[in-house]
């Protein structure tokens, strides 16, 4: 049997005590997520959180800290996820940027708004995710050893 986890990022992105989110179709579903997606060939993990949350919000951001690592089995489909989630700092956003398209639109939520959605949340780890954040959980960066890239 070939088994091979899903390979995930996601970033935490605060402002004014609201939180950065993306609405998301999923099978004609709505559901609710932090800027996440797959980590591709050739690109670190910072790089890959970079491009995933430009991609998803039209936002830049510059990766801080690890905020967890954490795995995840669905329940229907039986794969296995590994998620890299980090935050950081946001620097520009690009209004006119066109997102991905399976993403509608991406809101800012505050935490009470994002528990009253649970019921949209893509997976457990969106909800788990924040509160770790929330409780202050950050690891430094260096905790990722990255093999430089050949010139």
Same mark, same amino acid.
């Given at each position: 049997?070939?088994?091979?986890?899903?390979?995930?990022?996601?970033?935490?992105?605060?402002?004014?005590?609201?939180?950065?989110?993306?609405?998301?179709?999923?099978?004609?579903?709505?559901?609710?997520?932090? =800027?996440?997606?797959?980590?591709?060939?050739?690109?670190?993990?910072?790089?890959?959180?970079?491009?995933? $949350?430009?991609?998803?919000?039209?936002?830049?951001?510059?990766?801080?800290?690890?905020?967890?690592?954490?795995?995840?089995?669905?329940?229907?489909?039986?794969? $296995? *996820?590994? %998620? *890299?989630?980090? $935050?950081?700092?946001?620097?520009?956003?690009?209004?006119? %940027?066109?997102?991905?398209?399976?993403?509608?639109?991406?809101?800012?939520?505050?935490?009470?708004?994002?528990?009253? %959605?649970? $019921?949209?949340?893509?997976? =457990?780890?969106?909800?788990?995710?924040?509160?770790?954040?929330?409780?202050?959980?950050?690891?430094?960066?260096?905790?990722?050893?990255?093999?430089?890239?050949?010139?």
């Amino acid at each position: 049997m070939d088994w091979s986890p899903h390979i995930t990022v996601a970033s935490i992105l605060e402002r004014n005590q609201q939180f950065l989110f993306v609405e998301e179709r999923i099978n004609d579903v709505l559901v609710l997520n932090q =800027p996440a997606g797959h980590w591709e060939q050739g690109e670190t993990l910072l790089e890959a959180s970079i491009r995933e $949350t430009l991609e998803e919000t039209a936002w830049h951001y510059q990766p801080s800290h690890l905020t967890g690592v954490y795995q995840w089995l669905h329940p229907g489909t039986k794969e $296995t *996820f590994l %998620r *890299f989630c980090f $935050t950081g700092e946001l620097r520009k956003h690009e209004a006119q %940027r066109e997102l991905d398209e399976d993403i509608e639109q991406a809101v800012w939520l505050s935490y009470e708004q994002l528990t009253a %959605r649970h $019921t949209q949340h893509r997976s =457990p780890l969106v909800l788990q995710c924040i509160n770790d954040y929330l409780k202050g959980q950050r690891f430094d960066l260096s905790l990722l050893q990255t093999e430089q890239k050949p010139d």
